[in-house]
């Protein structure tokens, strides 16, 4: 019942700023790991940054323009994209390592995607 589903995605020009949010719903004991992966045309999709409750970790591609941060009572990551270059022009997926209940194990879930254009 666990669903991911991510919002903020759009157009932007160069240079311009983006906020991705992607809020997790449904019985959550806990969130392990939460954030996002990309996936350009042609390319392989990448790790972008992830989150949890004491570690951050980026791309190199990405160090420096974006911020992931995180809402536990929400349950809600977001991806604070600045200074964006046509380069990251991706659909960009929320991921989640998570555990439902203090009884069962962790499993990974993924939202449907968003898409992210950088216009040069």
């Known amino acids: 019942q666990v669903q991911l589903v991510e919002s903020g995605g759009g157009l932007v020009q160069a240079g311009g700023s983006l906020r991705l949010s992607c809020a997790a719903s449904?019985?959550?004991?806990?969130?392990?790991?939460i954030g996002w992966y990309r996936q350009a045309p042609g390319k392989q999709q990448e790790l972008v940054a992830t989150?949890?409750?004491?570690?951050?970790r980026y791309a190199d591609s990405v160090m420096g323009r974006f911020t992931i941060s995180r809402d536990n009572a929400k349950n809600t990551v977001y991806l604070q994209m600045n200074s964006l270059k046509p380069e990251d022009t991706a659909v960009y997926y929320c991921?989640?390592?998570?555990?439902?209940?203090?009884?069962?194990?962790?499993?990974?879930?993924w939202g449907p995607g968003t898409q992210v254009t950088v216009s040069s």
């Open positions: 989150i949890t409750s004491g570690t951050t």
């Open positions: 449904g019985s959550i004991f806990r969130i392990n790991v």
């Open positions: 991921y989640s390592n998570l555990r439902v209940r203090v009884t069962s194990g962790s499993n990974n879930y």
